[in-house]
């Protein structure tokens, strides 16, 4: 079965520092994808990054890279200059392509950021 | 141009009663997904149609019925609503079910059961 956990209920972070945020995985799949999605008080859910099993260099895009561990199943988001826009819940899932993969988003219980002017 | 839409956006209601919530995609999108997030923020996948055809059903009650016309929308229809119905249902959709592709949400249909 696969299993994503986010130990970090909720963090701060100053405006324009780093932050990352924290994400172990759990899968018996050799192939399967890593996403990272933020969901703002207004309540939609923003994809922001992919991490593909086999990719070799890490994903980024703009302020947001992924930093895949995977030998320790891992794949913390790396939020650099943090913006007070960045105030948000932050969910890691993954998605298997395992002989029964069907697409399914599994979610972590997400991480709450708030921004500190 | 919404890529994915979803009515309404809220829905109060008795327990007992029988409700839809529809899902629009314009993405050209083979996947359709409904995911429950319930008060603790946990999402969870419902079910997930591929080209019109049920892919997952992940043991929810069947009062929830999924229904796809045509593969730009899924509705889900709610019989019986009780008050643990109460939740936000998003809608998702993406390429396919490969799991390289990500998905892409709806804003959200908040449920409220009395």
């Known amino acids: 079965a696969q299993k994503i956990t986010q130990t970090q209920p909720g963090m701060f972070v100053q405006e324009k520092e780093a932050v990352t945020l924290d994400c172990t995985y759990d899968?018996?799949?050799?192939?399967?994808?890593l996403f990272w999605y933020k969901q703002p008080s207004s309540g939609e859910m923003i994809f922001l990054i992919y991490?593909?099993?086999?990719?070799?260099q890490n994903a980024t895009e703009g302020r947001y890279s992924l930093n895949f561990q995977k030998a320790r199943k891992s794949a913390n988001l790396v939020i650099s200059a943090s913006q007070l826009g960045d105030s948000a819940m932050y969910f890691c899932?993954?998605?298997?392509?395992?002989?029964?993969?069907?697409?399914?988003?599994?979610f972590g219980q997400g991480t709450t950021l708030q921004v500190k002017p | 141009d919404t890529a994915v839409s979803q009515t309404p956006k809220y829905l109060v209601t008795q327990m007992g009663n029988d409700k839809s919530i529809k899902c629009e995609q314009n993405?050209?999108?083979?996947?359709m997904y409904w995911y429950k997030q319930d008060s603790k923020k946990f999402l969870k996948i419902m079910f997930s149609?591929?080209?019109?055809?049920?892919?997952i059903n992940e043991t929810v009650p069947n009062r929830f019925s999924p229904k796809s016309p045509d593969k730009a929308h899924l509705n889900l229809h709610i019989n019986s609503l009780e008050l643990g119905d109460s939740a936000v249902y998003f809608c998702?959709?993406?390429?396919?079910?490969?799991?390289?592709?990500?998905?892409?949400f709806g804003p959200g249909t908040r449920l409220t059961v009395l």
């Open positions: 998702a959709s993406s390429f396919d079910y490969s799991s390289y592709n990500e998905q892409f």
């Open positions: 899932a993954m998605s298997g392509l395992g002989s029964s993969n069907t697409g399914k988003l599994i």
């Open positions: 899968t018996s799949d050799q192939s399967y994808g």
């Open positions: 149609y591929n080209n019109k055809e049920l892919i």
């Open positions: 991490q593909g099993s086999y990719d070799e």
């Open positions: 993405l050209g999108h083979d996947t």
